[in-house]
């Protein structure tokens, strides 16, 4: 294993009976970045991340963490590792703070508690009441602040901001920045598009356990079309005659009217100049917006393609048998 990688994937595959939850994943996440495992409910993630974590033994191929081999002996690894998972409980009868200093003992780390409350805004009286007392936000806080404790090498989180209001949302972002700053990496999955385009330097999008996709975050939208979203807001609702004629505009596509409002597609800058020309002429343009396209496009469109990439690979494979 490179010792630039935190984590290395080779061929990394993973059967429950007929079911691959995990298809032949090759993948590099580098020292001290963050990267976004991108994918809907189902997709894989959560088995990948335990696959990870030597929770669950690969039917093929291997997985490594800071070169060690996670299926044959995992425990050098593990106490550099810190983990948010997606299902977890809590000691109803035990306070935050009694959570929090017994994952210490575990972890057989030094760190202060009332740090680690703090890193994920939960004060000192909420930390000494019972955990089964809290909101699902704040047991996702608390579970959080373990996952901290030791200050960990890897930070593995699973749907991290999964019953979170907005403020918790933030607080996390937050974190995993300031996590990133100091060096820490960061292995996190979400089918929340706006938390990986916001915090990620690279992104894997998933697809029934597939990996159909992996690039930066910037590198990844320009693999759209160049779309973007042209909304006109007219004096005049323009005629159908005028509609037509914007229609007609070479690169624009799904031409709409709604009342003062005209919207279209654009797949070439040259168009919008077109167009908001062609259409000031007639109705007088008071104003324009755009839109461009964003990371939900493109997960949308990369999962769409490895659809039909699989259905014309059936469809040969039925016309040779």
């Given at each position: ?6 984590i ?100 057989d ?55 979170l209001d ?32 916001a ?15 992996i ?107």
């Amino acid at each position: 294993m490179s010792t630039q990688n935190a984590i290395e994937m080779v061929a990394l595959t993973k059967r429950f009976g007929s079911v691959t939850a995990v298809d032949g994943v090759d993948l590099a996440v580098r020292s001290g970045s963050v990267f976004g495992l991108l994918g809907p409910n189902g997709a894989g993630k959560s088995t990948m991340i335990d696959l990870v974590l030597g929770l669950k033994t690969p039917t093929e191929g291997q997985v490594s963490v800071f070169g060690t081999n996670m299926t044959s002996d995992p425990r050098p690894a593990r106490h550099r590792i810190g983990v948010l998972p997606e299902q977890y409980d809590v000691y109803d009868g035990m306070s935050g703070r009694e959570h929090i200093r017994t994952f210490l003992r575990l972890k057989d780390a030094d760190d202060d508690p009332e740090r680690l409350c703090d890193a994920v805004g939960l004060s000192g009286k909420a930390c000494d009441r019972p955990a089964g007392d809290y909101s699902k936000g704040m047991q996702q806080r608390l579970v959080l602040a373990t996952a901290l404790a030791g200050d960990p090498d890897l930070l593995i989180l699973d749907e991290p901001t999964s019953g979170l209001d907005p403020e918790g949302i933030a607080l996390v972002r937050e974190c995993i920045r300031d996590r990133a700053a100091d060096g820490t990496t960061i292995f996190f999955s979400s089918h929340r598009l706006a938390e990986v385009e916001a915090v990620c330097d690279r992104v894997g999008i998933v697809n029934d356990g597939r990996l159909v996709s992996i690039d930066d975050v910037d590198a990844l939208a320009d693999r759209s079309s160049g779309s973007e979203r042209l909304r006109l807001f007219v004096d005049d609702a323009p005629a159908a005659e005028l509609i037509e004629r914007v229609r007609s505009v070479d690169d624009v596509r799904n031409v709409t009217e709604d009342g003062h409002t005209l919207s279209l597609d654009c797949t070439a800058p040259a168009a919008k100049a077109d167009v908001i020309e062609l259409v000031n002429h007639t109705c007088s343009v008071r104003d324009f917006e755009l839109d461009g396209t964003d990371l939900e496009t493109v997960f949308d469109a990369t999962v769409e393609h490895d659809r039909s990439s699989d259905d014309m690979t059936g469809d040969a494979t039925e016309a040779v048998e």
